[in-house]
C-alpha cells in the first residue's frame, strides 16, 4: 500500500469544520452518513481529514445539512482560507 501523504492545514480545518456542521444540527456519524448515502468510515475520514473532499461533496454536505447557501460555497471558493479539490 502506498505511503499516504499528511494531511494540510486546510484540510484539517475543513473536515473540522464539516464536524461542527454537522454536529449543530445535531447530526450522529451515522445519520450523517445515512444522509449522505455512504458509510459512518467515509463521514469519519473527511472530519478527521484522513482523505480529501471535493468542492461538490462540501457543497452537498453542507446543504442537506441545513447550513445557509452562502457556507458551502465560502468553504470551497476559500473565503475561509479552506480551498478544497475543484
Known sequence: MPVRKPSTERQ???????RRMREHVG???????????T????VSNTESARSG???DRVRVW????GRA????NALTEGHCGLGVRP
Open 53 to 55: 473532499v471535493s468542492g
Open 12 to 18: 484539517r480545518r475543513l473536515g473540522a469544520e464539516l
Open 69 to 72: 447557501r452562502h457556507a458551502p
Open 39 to 42: 458509510d459512518r468510515t467515509t
Open 27 to 37: 447530526m450522529t456519524i451515522d445519520e450523517a452518513a445515512t444522509l449522505h448515502r
Open 62 to 65: 453542507a446543504s442537506k445539512q
